[in-house]
Structures are given as structure tokens and as C-alpha cells.
DNA sequence: GGCACCGCGGAAAACGCTTTCTTAGGCCCT
DNA sequence: AGGGCCTAAGAAAGCGTTTTCCGCGGTGCC
């Protein structure tokens, strides 16, 4: 019988008992404290050699009041812009010994900051990319929630660094990419209503359409996943456009499915432009045209600003930064051809 | 100055002194215990929401010894397959209130043992997926990791149920597809040499070879990833095979962009197949042939099974499911065209 | 009217660990 | 040789909960 205490599980004492020493020693000995005598520190090695022995991380987070873990809260978990910071947030942290909690909000906006609060307390920090989220809530709980890192929003909050991607600019400049194509009737197919990275894409195209008053740009409602795209196809061929920017590349793959079913040729009759340039936009067909953001990197840096916060709770408050989308532009996008009456068909 | 104890944040304790009461009674409020009296409760409840009192997690944890969390083991985050597990695993925990902690073995197999030992101390149960993990070494750490659900690998260890799809079943499947369209001659692009499923897979191909023993398989050796597939080009075409058996839709991917660089035609020229279905299958172009798994629905039995496990030590040993992927036949096939020269160009 | 029981809530133990405090013993120094 | 110091390890106090165990006061029953 190696298994001893009532829990079932062994535990620092099952390892004193053995080692015949007290548990206190046997805890110095684990975390490598070295004013224990070589010999015991052998024995009491052995002794949990022996019976397998694995400190209770609980019982540890308890005592040293940090769990090594942090949290994220995603708003979809099947967007693979989530994923992909999710994945550099989790392999930068895994490098410093943490681990990461997900917590999905299924885009349930209400339960977010419910969410991000449980999350929070069962870690030592948390990565909160909240896009619908409105700026008041964020701002109410931003405080409660620190060490806290925030994804594609601000808040006025101490110590919250922000990562946010400039996409106005990313906008503006494969607006610019279109123009010099020779295209004058451009569509935005928008992105969910009240998603702060979309209220960023308007902006950027207020600017552009002031720079470019010659150039039609028609607003168009969308969303933000493949169906969304698919949808849109009356709409944008309504618009008479030639050039559509989808909201993001899962969007323009929508889109240009759409198009594809209808008979239409991409680019030769409609140029699609995507935002993010997510793995698969190389290889749809043709390969789209996009905004290419370092979206690993994103979730990289958001460990690296977490851990200053963790590490150092004073100084080195860490700046927020600002991400500049890169053009990417691939076959998606072509010469305007002569404009097109407003009926499709 | 709301926060007290030396820790800054509120505890238990505050309460209990705010309410005026000892912090067993603010425990047996906080948890519903309809013992107490309804006046002293009340004034429990407002001295908690005053304080903004949340129970520390850690604490509870360490009382109750459990954490309501549950932890996956995954080889590749990248991977939409891992993803989808993933994703089908945390909506379904979410919905009884289990939060699930990610570790990334980034294909280290090594480490996978290590990894999922600690995953398991935080958590109350662990879902593994380690299709490199050797059979004796998986054999070893099952039993500690119990309550365990296994993805695509099974274990003689009790109370260890397995969620395997059967690979070899689909890859007869897509095979009969090929040979059905005049294919007499197919290719298999392996995957990691001892990834668990691409030996069912390999299974599969033997028992197909039987009963076809006109049919030639080529087999090729690859790998898991779109690059894999990528880089297969010339050994596809050396092979002189019509129809190709990809690993999985990744691998089909990347084949089927390198052939199409190459100026073949899929189907035309070759027929191409993955496995999967991952989400963005239905859109390449041609669409592509695959075997669908349920992978989400995936994760969300691995939760069911995972949760039998916790709730029940006992009784309810839940058993092995095995998943029948289901042929999806899209554009990537077509007839066979008249055999080529092993010689491409 | 006394006794047993019951309902309620406080004290304290338990969960498994870390860390401070304490004490015992050995060494050095004068 | 004795006292002060320093070292090493045990005792105990936390960390923040839950839960068991008790005791107290009140009620019902005979």
C-alpha cells in the first residue's frame, strides 16, 4: 500500500513519514532550498522518487497565491483569428512554465465580463479579447480584472497595455490597392454591428473616402464568418461595385464563393480583398488579397506584456502597441473592367 | 478602503466581520445552505455584494478537491482538427460549468507524458490526444491520469474510455470512390511515420489491397501539414498514380496547390482526396473529396464520457465509441483519364 | 416542570502546501 | 571553558475555503 492519507492521493506527508523527516523539510528539499543537509535532501529525494511523489499544484497555488495559468476569453473559439492568438498566447507562455484557461463566450456579450471575472480569479492574469463588449462595461471591470492584457480594444484603465491592429489603416490601404487598380466603385461588406474592430475599419474608410471623394464606396451589412460572405452575393452585385472589401478573409471566401456559384470570374469581373490573412487565404482560388496581421505574434506579444504585469506589479508598465496590417496583395484583386450596370444577371 | 486582509484582496473573512457573523455562516450562505437563518442570510448576501465579495476559487478548490476544470492534451493547436476537438470539447464542459485548461505538446513526444501528468494534478480530468505517444509509455502514465478519455488511441487500463474514429473504414471508403471511377492505379500519402491513426489508416489500405488486388498502391511517405503536401508533388507525379490518397485534407491541400502550379488539372488530370473535413474542405477549389469525421461532436463526447467518469468514480463505466467517417464526394475526384507515362512533365 | 431533541451558528479541523518562527546543537572566539 | 552565533530541521502559522463537531437556547412532550 504506497497510497497512505485518506485522500488517496500521496501527499508531502506520505514522503516525511517515509523519509523520516518533517514535511517542512521535505518541502525545502522540493523546491531545491539548500540549507538541508545533502544526505537528508538524498533521502528525502529517494523517498519521493519512490513513492511517485507529485506536489498538489492546488495546494501550492494556495500557499504561494499564484497559479501559474492564465486566462483568455474568446468570443469564438471557431474564428481562426481566435485560434491563432490563442495558439501564440499559449506556446510564449508554455516557454515561461504557464498555462492557459480558455473561456469561450460563444459571442454572448452579456457574459463576458461574468466570464472574464471567473477566469481571472482562478489565474494570475488574463488576455481579453472582447469585441463586442460595450466601452462602459469594459471600463467598469477593466480595473477588477488586472494583471490584464486587452486584444483589439483600449480602456483608460492603469496599468491595462492594449494590443491593437491599426485596421483603419489596413483599410485605407487596400482601398488605395483597389484605386490604383483603376476600380472607382468600391462596397465594405461590414462586419458585425457593434464589433469594435469594425467601428476601426469605418473610421479608416471615412479617411479614405475624404482623400478619394471621386471614389463611390457603398456601405453594406455583414458579419464576420464564411455564411455571412455567402449571403452577401445579391447585395454586393446590387451595389454595382467592382472592388468589395469583406470585412475578413473568411467573409471573401464567402463571397467569392458566392460569385464563383453565380458564374461571375474573380478577379475578372469583381476584385475581393479579405482582412487578416488567416493560413488558408493563400490557397483559395484565386488566392486572396488581404490584410496580412501577425496574428501569432499578437498573442505572443500579449504573454510578453502579461508577464511584465505578473512578474514586476509596479514599474514597467508596459506601452500599448499598435499593429500595422501588411498588404498582401495576391490574384484576388485585379484591373477594373468597364463598370457594370446595377442589375446582376 | 474596502479590501482589509493583508492579501488586498476581500476574502471570506471580511465578510463574516461586515455581516457581523463568523465565516462558516457566510460559507453556508455563499453555498445555499438553507440551515441559516433568513434574516442573518440577507445580511450575509448584501454584506457580500456591498464587499463585491467573489469566493477565492484556490481555496475552494483545495477544500472540495476539485477544480471544476478539466484539461486536453493536444499535439498541435495549429491543427483544425485539434481545434475543433477543442472547440467541441469546451462548449460542451462550459454547459455544465467546467472550464478546460490547453497543453500544447507542439508534436514533442516526449514531453507528452510530462505534460499531461501535470494538466491532470490541476484539473479533475484530462482528455488525451497523443497520436505519437508509443503504446507502452501510454499504457504506463493511463492509469494516473484516470479520470482519462483517449482521442484516436485506445488502452487496456480500466475506466478508460477511447474515442476513435475508424480510419482505416474511411480510407476503404475513399479508395472504393477512386476504383468506382475507373482509378486503377492510387497513391497514399502517408502521414507521420507513428502517428496512431495513420498506422489505422495503413490497416485499412491492406485490407482494401486484398480485396482489389488489380488496383496498385503507391505508397508515399509524408506528413501531417499543407507543406507536406506541397513538397509531395514529384513524388505524386513519379508514382504515376491517378488517384491520391491524402493523410488528411491538409496534406490534399497542399498537394493539390502544388499540382495545380505544375499546370495539372484536379480532377482532370488526377483525382485528389483528404480526411476530415475540416471547415475549409468545401471550399478549395476543386472541392475537395474527403472523409468526414463528426470532429467537434468529437470533443463534445469526450466531455460526456469525461464527465460519467467525474461524477460516477464508480458505476457508469462508460464504453468505447468508435466514429464511422462518412464519404464526401466533391469535385477534387473524377473519372480516372487514360494512364500516363511514370515520366511527368 | 424536567428532559430530550432540534435548529442554528460559532469554533475548529481539514484540504496540501510554503514559510516563518523556534529551538537545539555545534562551532568559534576570547 | 563558557558564551554568543550560526546552521539545520522541526513546530506551527498561515493561504481561503468547506464541513464537522459542539454548544446553546428554545420547544415539545410526557
Same mark, same amino acid.
Given at each position: 500500500?504506497?497510497?497512505? @492519507?485518506?485522500?488517496? $492521493?500521496?501527499?508531502?506527508?506520505?514522503?516525511?513519514?517515509?523519509?523520516?523527516?518533517?514535511?517542512?523539510?521535505?518541502?525545502?528539499?522540493?523546491?531545491?532550498?539548500?540549507?538541508?543537509?545533502?544526505?537528508?535532501?538524498?533521502?528525502?529525494?529517494?523517498?519521493?522518487?519512490?513513492?511517485?511523489?507529485?506536489?498538489?499544484?492546488?495546494? $501550492?497555488?494556495?500557499?504561494?497565491?499564484?497559479?501559474?495559468?492564465?486566462?483568455?476569453?474568446?468570443?469564438?473559439?471557431?474564428?481562426?483569428?481566435?485560434?491563432? =492568438?490563442?495558439? #501564440?498566447?499559449?506556446?510564449?507562455?508554455?516557454?515561461?512554465?504557464?498555462?492557459?484557461?480558455?473561456?469561450?463566450?460563444?459571442?454572448?456579450?452579456?457574459?463576458e465580463s461574468i466570464l472574464a471575472g471567473e477566469?481571472? $480569479?482562478?489565474?494570475?492574469?488574463?488576455?481579453?479579447?472582447?469585441?463586442?463588449?460595450?466601452?462602459?462595461?469594459? +471600463?467598469? =471591470?477593466?480595473? @477588477?480584472?488586472?494583471?490584464l492584457v486587452l486584444i483589439n480594444r483600449t480602456?483608460?484603465?492603469?496599468?491595462?497595455?492594449?494590443?491593437?491592429?491599426?485596421?483603419?489603416?489596413?483599410?485605407?490601404?487596400?482601398?488605395? !490597392?483597389?484605386? +490604383?487598380?483603376? !476600380?472607382?466603385?468600391?462596397?465594405?461588406?461590414?462586419?458585425?454591428?457593434? @464589433?469594435?474592430?469594425?467601428?476601426?475599419?469605418?473610421? #479608416?474608410?471615412?479617411?479614405?473616402?475624404?482623400?478619394?471623394?471621386?471614389?463611390?464606396?457603398?456601405?453594406?451589412?455583414?458579419?464576420?464568418?464564411?455564411?455571412?460572405?455567402?449571403?452577401?452575393?445579391?447585395?454586393?452585385? +446590387?451595389?454595382?461595385?467592382?472592388?468589395?472589401?469583406?470585412?475578413?478573409?473568411?467573409?471573401?471566401?464567402?463571397?467569392?464563393?458566392?460569385?464563383?456559384?453565380?458564374?461571375?470570374?474573380?478577379?475578372?469581373? =469583381?476584385?475581393?480583398?479579405?482582412?487578416?490573412?488567416?493560413?488558408?487565404?493563400?490557397?483559395?482560388?484565386?488566392?486572396?488579397?488581404?490584410?496580412?496581421?501577425?496574428?501569432?505574434?499578437?498573442?505572443?506579444?500579449?504573454? !510578453?506584456?502579461?508577464?511584465?504585469? =505578473?512578474?514586476?506589479?509596479?514599474?514597467?508598465?508596459?506601452?500599448?502597441?499598435?499593429?500595422?496590417? $501588411?498588404l498582401e496583395v495576391r490574384a484576388s484583386t485585379?484591373?477594373?473592367?468597364?463598370?457594370? @450596370?446595377?442589375? !446582376?444577371?
Open positions: 500500500m504506497v497510497r497512505k @492519507s485518506a485522500s488517496g $492521493r500521496i501527499g508531502i506527508a506520505d514522503v516525511a513519514v517515509k523519509a523520516g523527516v518533517s514535511h517542512a523539510t521535505v518541502s525545502r528539499v522540493m523546491n531545491g532550498n539548500f540549507t538541508v543537509d545533502p544526505d537528508i535532501a538524498a533521502r528525502v529525494r529517494a523517498a519521493a522518487a519512490e513513492l511517485k511523489y507529485q506536489p498538489n499544484p492546488v495546494g $501550492r497555488s494556495l500557499a504561494l497565491g499564484k497559479t501559474d495559468t492564465i486566462g483568455i476569453v474568446v468570443p469564438d473559439l471557431a474564428n481562426p483569428t481566435f485560434q491563432a =492568438i490563442l495558439r #501564440g498566447l499559449s506556446r510564449a507562455a508554455a516557454q515561461d512554465g504557464y498555462r492557459v484557461l480558455i473561456a469561450d463566450s460563444f459571442e454572448v456579450s452579456s457574459e477566469a481571472r $480569479r482562478r489565474c494570475d492574469g488574463l488576455v481579453l479579447c472582447a469585441p463586442r463588449m460595450s466601452d462602459a462595461e469594459l +471600463e467598469e =471591470i477593466a480595473p @477588477s480584472l488586472r494583471p480602456t483608460a484603465a492603469a496599468e491595462v497595455p492594449s494590443l491593437v491592429v491599426d485596421y483603419g489603416q489596413g483599410v485605407q490601404d487596400i482601398a488605395e !490597392h483597389l484605386v +490604383e487598380l483603376g !476600380h472607382t466603385r468600391l462596397a465594405f461588406l461590414a462586419g458585425p454591428p457593434r @464589433s469594435a474592430s469594425n467601428g476601426m475599419r469605418l473610421q #479608416g474608410l471615412e479617411t479614405f473616402k475624404a482623400a478619394h471623394p471621386q471614389v463611390e464606396v457603398t456601405m453594406l451589412e455583414g458579419g464576420s464568418d464564411f455564411d455571412t460572405g455567402h449571403e452577401a452575393v445579391d447585395a454586393v452585385l +446590387e451595389s454595382g461595385a467592382t472592388g468589395i472589401l469583406a470585412f475578413n478573409d473568411l467573409v471573401a471566401m464567402g463571397l467569392m464563393s458566392g460569385l464563383h456559384e453565380r458564374g461571375l470570374d474573380v478577379p475578372g469581373d =469583381i476584385s475581393v480583398t479579405g482582412f487578416d490573412d488567416i493560413p488558408f487565404a493563400k490557397y483559395t482560388t484565386p488566392a486572396l488579397t488581404t490584410a496580412a496581421v501577425p496574428i501569432t505574434e499578437l498573442g505572443e506579444q500579449a504573454w !510578453h506584456q502579461l508577464r511584465a504585469l =505578473i512578474r514586476n506589479e509596479e514599474s514597467a508598465a508596459p506601452g500599448s502597441s499598435r499593429y500595422q496590417p $501588411r485585379g484591373p477594373a473592367k468597364a463598370p457594370r @450596370s446595377k442589375v !446582376h444577371g
